[in-house]
């Protein structure tokens, strides 16, 4: 770095002593004090109360197969329901929501002999798997049950007692029909959409099918097989998908068939899981929203694959629901934002589907626009496919200036969004050049048609439509910020570009936000005056940053805009108080953070912590995860900050990565920073930000000095090389560098303990 010199460096003597503090530094990939079973042990979900619902049952998957526990409805019977991600209907004439819906499947009944009496039940998070008894008037069962993580692959292990060697399963089919169909939604399909052929049951051997044949061509397939070994009785389970061939029912056969016993299926099985788990590691001392914390991260796994589809509303486990597609105006996003600051960027599916997709981007732009830009509609199948949809049957891509389709055109720019930070924090070119620059100049290309200059020398922008408040406004706030947020992303990614003169016009002219008494409005003559759920007029300043509470001119707006939305009860949602849990850790606010996420936790998140609106969705307690990274560590604007917001007084993190593909450790104890660690994985600028207070000494892995530069009493930059380390504590001192788990308060288990 041009910057650093021997002016600059601060002296290693301040430190006092040599390099043998650094004789054990955890820096070798996995926390050497941390017991990981047992640990983990103390976040997974108990029960010992019967689950009746999606919302209070276990749930098990693996990014494609998915199955929720729970109670069957009016019957003394446990239902195992049985959903797969790539299950969807294949009719683009009756749009997202009925033609290309995800299709239910059906479920499994464990039908006991007597009636149930008792059960304890425990989700083993370090094992991703479900056990314990139940106990009914005629015996007991004992049970062990995953959703094996690389298979397609629904295992159950029961061992009864005399009394309930009868106990039997049952599958029950589910009619192939959109859930929005359902009349109790009042979303009634388009004219002539009909539900698909009934399940033809097969046997083959000693496997069972149901065959489920599609108006489209292709099928779904559930096969499944029983063995008995000893007292033991397992069931296995595969569902295959096929379009338009269908090879369906040979996988699926094929899964059920070539399998041993459970005990070693589940070596596989628990390493995936426990190299999962092992990528990053936090712990604070607010117990239960660390439980919290890291079932979230089993719920990512169980939810999202790289190559899986992008999760539809209610990730693999369909359920009824009004919303049986992806949504691309906030659902999406808050998905998967967790994946970046959680080291598990082989999850993100977003990436992945954009690229593989993008021709569909294409087509689904009004004819006029469609040589040069890429659009999205908000609603999708798993090949980004709106197909048709208007009215109840989808949304299709809108057209800034006309009412309908209702113009909401900023989605992709934000779900691009989410691959800037894929890239940003793994620095992978191959992101950058081959899927975040093309889209982006193709989705910023779209906004560039419609922007005109305005007889005060602005550009501005027809009316669109802001995410859920209900009215067009034209210079709508929403899209302004994705086009200031696009260009600048677009200059800054390639500088010769033929369209840099009009990036820079367009962030040199474009309108200003409208703003009144009460902060930002929704658009041009449009205030924000009701309760609002979501908070797109705010995404300039989170999560795209571009107006920062850093600068102290913009504190009063951001305060009085975050006040003003969040004070509308009536129509808030659980996502919206993450949202302003994540603006108030941007004001370094840690407090009223973990307020908003307590509002959270006691009015919307359920006993399993999924999440209920009018139907099942799963991105509102996923974004609270990011909610505690934005807490614990925000890298944004080339500035690592380490606990900027953060309320609790021990806090311990390791292989936390950030923007700039650094991975942080850091440890808090009793208010205070006691030290941070930083690997470099690309050789970017490092500069941290921490809150050790007085001199501070930076040492390599061996203890020798690193150069580095004092930008302000609390902000360092480091020479730091691709593959270096950084080690940063109080001068003075001599901390230990191994990673553990912090004291915590005492909680109740989540489940229904």
Request: glycine content about 8%; hydrophobic content about 40%; some cysteine.
């Amino acid at each position: 770095m041009a910057d650093l010199n021997r002016r600059t460096i601060l002296s290693g003597a301040l430190a006092g002593f040599a390099g043998a503090a650094f004789a054990t530094p955890a820096h070798a990939g996995h926390s050497a004090g941390v017991d990981w079973p047992r640990f983990l042990a103390g976040s997974d979900m108990i029960w010992r109360r019967l689950p009746r619902t999606w919302y209070d049952g276990p749930f098990l998957g693996n990014g494609f197969l998915g199955s929720g526990i729970y109670a069957e409805p009016g019957r003394d019977v446990i239902r195992f329901n049985v959903q797969h991600s790539q299950v969807q209907d294949h009719r683009p004439e009756f749009g997202s929501l009925f033609g290309l819906a995800r299709l239910p499947i059906g479920y499994f009944t464990l039908e006991p002999v007597g009636t149930i009496t008792a059960l304890d039940w425990r989700l083993d998070l370090w094992n991703a798997e479900l056990r314990g008894t139940l106990t009914t008037s005629a015996g007991s069962m004992k049970l062990r049950a995953l959703v094996h993580s690389v298979r397609s692959l629904l295992v159950v292990e029961v061992t009864p007692s005399d009394g309930e060697r009868a106990f039997q399963w049952v599958f029950h089919p589910a009619k192939a029909v959109s859930p929005r169909a359902d009349p109790v939604f009042g979303k009634p399909p388009p004219a002539g959409y009909t539900e698909n052929p009934p399940v033809q049951r097969h046997t083959s051997g000693d496997v069972e099918l149901a065959v489920q044949p599609l108006h489209a061509g292709g099928e779904h397939v559930t096969a499944w097989r029983q063995v008995t070994r000893g007292s033991t009785r397992t069931l296995y389970t595969s569902v295959a998908w096929s379009h338009p061939a269908k090879t369906a029912a040979d996988r699926a056969r094929r899964a059920v068939r070539t399998v041993g016993p459970l005990s070693s299926l589940a070596r596989d099985h628990q390493n995936w899981w426990h190299d999962h788990y092992r990528r990053s590691f936090l712990s604070i001392s607010d117990s239960r929203l660390q439980s919290f914390y890291w079932i979230q991260l089993y719920k990512i796994a169980s939810a999202a694959r790289k190559d899986a589809p992008v999760m539809a509303t209610c990730g693999p486990w369909l359920e009824p629901t009004p919303w049986p597609a992806t949504w691309w105006n906030l659902n999406v996003q808050l998905e998967y934002w967790l994946i970046h600051g959680a080291n598990h960027l082989e999850l993100d599916a977003v990436t992945y589907a954009l690229d593989k997709f993008r021709q569909n981007l294409r087509d689904q732009v009004a004819t006029p626009y469609r040589a040069d830009s890429y659009g999205i509609p908000r609603t999708t199948d798993m090949s980004l496919l709106n197909g048709a949809g208007s009215g109840t049957s989808g949304f299709a891509l809108g057209i800034p200036g006309r009412a309908s389709p209702t113009p909401e055109v900023g989605n992709l720019t934000w779900a691009l969004h989410n691959v800037w930070l894929s890239y940003r924090h793994t620095m992978d070119q191959r992101i950058l050049h081959d899927v975040l620059f093309p889209l982006l100049r193709g989705a910023i290309n779209y906004y560039l048609h419609f922007l005109t200059r305005g007889s005060d020398g602005k550009l501005h922008l027809p009316f669109t439509f802001s995410p859920e408040y209900g009215e067009n406004a034209p210079d709508c706030t929403y899209d302004l910020a994705l086009i200031r947020w696009g260009c600048s992303t677009l200059l800054a990614t390639a500088p010769q570009d033929p369209l840099v003169g009009r990036w820079r016009d367009v962030l040199a002219t474009l309108t200003p936000y409208a703003v009144d008494g009460n902060g930002y409005m929704i658009g041009a003559g449009v205030p924000f005056a009701k309760s609002h759920r979501h908070y797109s007029h705010l995404l300039q300043v989170y999560p795209l940053y571009e107006v920062t509470w850093e600068k102290s001119e913009n504190r009063a707006l951001i305060e009085k805009s975050l006040s003003h939305w969040i004070s509308f009860e009536g129509a808030l949602q659980g996502y919206s108080f993450t949202g302003a849990a994540s603006i108030s850790a941007q004001m370094l606010r840690g407090d009223k953070a973990a307020f908003y996420l307590g509002e959270l936790l006691r009015r919307f998140v359920q006993p399993n912590t999924m999440y209920k609106e009018s139907g099942p969705v799963i991105e509102t307690p996923l974004s609270a995860a990011q909610s505690v990274h934005d807490m614990v560590c925000q890298s944004w604007g080339d500035v690592v900050r380490v606990f900027p917001a953060v309320p609790w007084p021990d806090v311990a993190i390791e292989n936390f990565r950030t923007q700039g593909a650094f991975l942080l450790s850091a440890s808090r104890t009793g208010g205070r920073t006691r030290w941070l660690r930083v690997r470099s994985e690309a050789g970017a600028p490092c500069v941290i930000r921490h809150d050790i207070a007085g001199d501070v000494v930076v040492r390599d892995s061996v203890g020798r000095d690193l150069p580095h530069r004092l930008v302000s009493p609390d902000t360092i930059e480091i020479g730091l090389a691709r593959g270096g380390e950084a080690f940063v504590h109080p001068a003075g001192d001599r901390p230990d560098f191994t990673v553990s788990p912090v004291p915590g308060d005492s909680s109740a288990p989540w489940g229904l303990p």
